[in-house]
């Protein structure tokens, strides 16, 4: 079995692909996160502007601004919300740049899809959360 998550409840999961959305919830909810779910970007900082969640997992768009955009718009809702969540951005394409440009604009991580609960345990050990 996996290790639970330490101290932190809430997550939010925003994803366009409804399939990879429900399986990173299923993935998450394992672990012992509370996840709640949004399809866009306006979602995900609507969901933001009254409770920070702990942990956001994002999945890299194909829009070359769209993710950078929803990263910094993430951690200014968190600034003024006085909390700061953890962030994974996820991506089917582990090219360096995109990468990169997801750590530049304030992911705490990156993660390649598809990943099981092994690869998330390790992610989660990694960033001390379990």
């Known amino acids: 079995m996996f290790g639970k998550v330490m101290n932190m409840t809430r997550c939010l999961v925003v994803d366009a692909c409804g399939e990879d959305r429900e399986w990173t919830t299923a ?5 012992g996160f509370d996840v709640f779910r949004a399809e866009t970007s306006e979602q995900a900082l609507s969901a933001c502007r009254t409770e920070m969640p702990d942990m ?3 999945a890299n768009s194909e829009e070359p601004r769209e993710t950078p955009t929803l990263l910094m ?3 200014a809702a968190a600034r003024r919300l006085g909390r700061t969540p953890v962030i994974l951005v996820c991506d089917r394409d582990p090219d360096p740049r995109r990468i990169g440009a997801a750590i530049v604009h304030g992911a705490d991580e990156f993660l390649v899809k598809p990943f099981d609960s092994a690869i998330l345990d390790g992610k989660l050990k990694q960033l001390g959360l379990t």
């Open 56 to 58: 956001i997992v994002v």
């Open 27 to 31: 993935l998450l909810q394992d672990f």
């Open 73 to 75: 718009n993430l951690q």
